[in-house]
């Protein structure tokens, strides 16, 4: 069992459907990471988080450190938000190293 | 911006040559980090860099080394490339220590090894 869990695999949408990505972790954190791929392989940090809820623009994330899950939502979905969508913990405090999940494919159509 | 960038976006090799992979960052970062990304696997950790001429394995360091004479700049190395190191591979780099730094990716350097 991998220590980092997404969840679906892949995911297709229509635009403008709101759009959930699940993320499970079994180790301690101090943070999680949301991560963007878009095809082609450049990646970029979307948000880090240690409790709580972060939005930016139609992206909205949330972690609860009890159940050790978090969720990547997407309002209003738009064919640019097609990408793999990765989660990453990091595992201490002093560290930048991270653990990741497989990714999460999205597609939204027009 | 930060910016880090890798020296080839592909790259085809046959199985025993000797391969470089280089990354470079812009902002002073004292973090620079090597994965490998492959299907259903995700990304993993072959080797970071705290400070220059420092190294440390990641979770997959068998097969590589790597070099940071500079401090902008962090190569990976594959001694004897084999059929089963084809992949994408990824440097990124972070600021400082702790995990709250986020990391930059490079657009990363598709391997294939024949």
């Known amino acids: 069992k991998n220590e980092v869990e997404q969840s679906p695999q892949n995911l297709t949408a229509q635009e403008g459907e709101f759009i959930t990505i699940n993320c499970s972790y079994s180790?301690?954190?101090?943070?999680l990471h949301w991560l963007q791929q878009h095809p082609g392989g450049g990646i970029v940090s979307l948000f880090m988080?240690?409790?709580g809820k972060k939005k930016h623009g139609r992206l909205i994330a949330t972690i609860n450190i009890q159940e050790k899950h978090s969720s990547l939502h997407i309002t209003a979905s738009h064919p640019r938000d097609s990408a793999v969508y990765i989660c990453?913990?990091?595992?201490?405090?002093?560290?930048?190293?991270?653990?990741f999940g497989t990714g999460t494919r999205l597609q939204v159509f027009p | 911006d930060v910016k880090v960038t890798q020296s080839s976006r592909y790259l085809v090799k046959r199985t025993g040559e000797k391969v470089f992979l280089e990354c470079v960052q812009d902002m002073d970062h004292e973090n620079m980090f090597w994965y490998r990304q492959d299907p259903g696997l995700g990304l993993r950790l072959i080797y970071f860099?705290?400070?220059?001429?420092?190294?440390e394995k990641g979770d997959i360091p068998e097969g590589y080394s790597v070099s940071r004479e500079k401090k902008e700049r962090f190569s990976l190395i594959l001694e004897s490339a084999s059929t089963n190191q084809t992949s994408m591979y990824l440097c990124?780099?972070?600021f400082g220590t702790g995990s709250f730094n986020e990391q930059f990716f490079g657009p990363g350097t598709r391997l294939t090894v024949l």
């Open positions: 860099s705290y400070d220059v001429k420092m190294k």
């Open positions: 988080l240690s409790s």
């Open positions: 990453a913990a990091s595992s201490g405090y002093n560290t930048d190293k991270l653990i």
């Open positions: 180790v301690g954190i101090s943070a």
């Open positions: 990124a780099s972070s």
